[in-house]
Every structure is written in structure tokens, then in C-alpha cells.
């Protein structure tokens, strides 16, 4: 049983609604996390949730934006793996993954560049190839994670080997 959450402004509130969200949704998965859940876990009644978000999916998406910019890489790979499972069948959420990747991508890509540029990472290291390939290892990462895949000490080695790689010293 929840407690009731403080009177909030507006967006306060939604914001609250938004990070509750990410918590249950990486804590366990899209389509087995409830709106009822997210609610009684953010002090509110479900009514309240509708108030702020149209449908699980439109908080959802709103929790793919919030992660993009403010939280950690860890919560957005998790909410990508999942989306990667719905997005087949939404092409809302298919779109706002796409371009969720491509900022993550071309951000990276130009971290990359910026490093060239300063002589941290090998000049002929492809920028753009190198950011799909430092994406599609996080997500290997959350996969491997989620699954007992790989353990902390396997992801490490991996973050090794690949700066290694980029500094040119393999």
C-alpha cells in the first residue's frame, strides 16, 4: 500500500508520474507494468494518472524523452530493449525510438570527433561507425544484464578493449 504523495504543481506531478514510471517500467517491463501500479506507487489514484497522460503509451513515451536527457545511460538502454519489443507493432513508438537513437548516436558521434580532434581517439577511427557500434553494445549490455549473460567484470573488459581500441592501441 502506497502513501498518499504531497499536493503538487501540475508539473511537478507529472514529472513525479514520469520517474515512477521509469522506475517500475526498468524494474520490470512495459506490458507488465499497470497504469493502476504506476499510480498507487506515485501516491495518486488512476484518474489522476489519465489527468497527465492519455495512455500507458503516451507516459511511456514520456519516459523515453525524460531518460534521453536527464537520467542515466543505464535507464535508457533498459527502456530501449523493451521498446524494441513494441515497436514492430507501434509506429508511434517506433518513430520515437528512431530518433531517440539517431540523438544518442550523432551526440556520441560527435563526442568521438571532439576527441579526434584532441588527439584522445585515433584519427582513423569512422565517428559514425563508431557510435552504432558503442550503442548496440549498450544494449548487448542491458540484454546481458537482464538475462545473466554478462557480469559486471565482462561489461568492464568489454569498456576496456573497445577504448583501447578507439585510442588505436590495439
Do not use: C, N
Not at 524523452?65 to 533498459?78: D, G, I, N, Y
Not at 514492430?88 to 525510438?97: C, G, I, N, Q, W
Amino acid at each position: 500500500m502506497s502513501i498518499a504523495a504531497p499536493r503538487m504543481a501540475a508539473a511537478d506531478r507529472r514529472k513525479h508520474l514520469i520517474e515512477t514510471a521509469i522506475r517500475l517500467f526498468t524494474e520490470g517491463s512495459y506490458h507488465g507494468t499497470t497504469t493502476a501500479e504506476i499510480a498507487r506507487a506515485a501516491g495518486i489514484s488512476e484518474p489522476i494518472l489519465y489527468r497527465h497522460f492519455a495512455s500507458k503509451r503516451e507516459l511511456y513515451l514520456a519516459a523515453l524523452e525524460h531518460v534521453s536527457v536527464r537520467s542515466p545511460k543505464l535507464q535508457l538502454a533498459e527502456l530501449w530493449v523493451q521498446a524494441l519489443g513494441e515497436a514492430s507493432e507501434d509506429p508511434d513508438l517506433k518513430r520515437h525510438l528512431r530518433g531517440h537513437m539517431r540523438e544518442v548516436h550523432d551526440f556520441v558521434a560527435d563526442l568521438i570527433r571532439r576527441g579526434q580532434d584532441q588527439g584522445a581517439i585515433a584519427a582513423e577511427r569512422d565517428p559514425d561507425s563508431e557510435a552504432w557500434i558503442m550503442l548496440a553494445g549498450g544494449i548487448l549490455g542491458m540484454v546481458g544484464r537482464r538475462v545473466g549473460l554478462l557480469d559486471e567484470k565482462e561489461l568492464q573488459a568489454i569498456r576496456t578493449a573497445r577504448l583501447s581500441w578507439l585510442r588505436g592501441s590495439s
